[in-house]
């Protein structure tokens, strides 16, 4: 028999998979139609010229140019130019 008994392993030593979230494209670079430039949850970037949004508020580009980001009245705007 054993003297002390077995160590055990702790039920809460898990993690979640990452949903990797965040800018795949950023000011500058070239895109093509279908490229998804943010991935979000909820409205932190919103769309502008040559971009839509996605039903998971993924942005990704509808026309063929480079990635501009910019401030207008207190929100983010990105566009396709």
């Known amino acids: 028999m054993a003297h002390k008994k077995g160590g ?13 979230l965040g800018v795949k ?4 670079e ?6 998804i430039i943010v991935r979000q949850k ?3 970037v919103n ?3 040559g971009t839509k949004q996605g039903n998971d508020y993924t942005i ?3 026309s ?3 990635v501009e980001f910019r401030k207008k009245m207190g929100k983010t705007l990105v566009s396709v130019v």
């Open 64 to 66: 063929t140019g480079k």
């Open 8 to 20: 055990g392993t702790a039920k809460t030593n898990r993690d979640s998979i990452s949903k990797r």
């Open 30 to 35: 070239n895109v093509t139609p279908g490229n």
């Open 42 to 44: 909820g409205n932190k």
């Open 60 to 62: 990704f580009a509808i």
């Open 47 to 49: 769309s502008g010229i």
């Open 25 to 28: 494209r950023f000011g500058g």
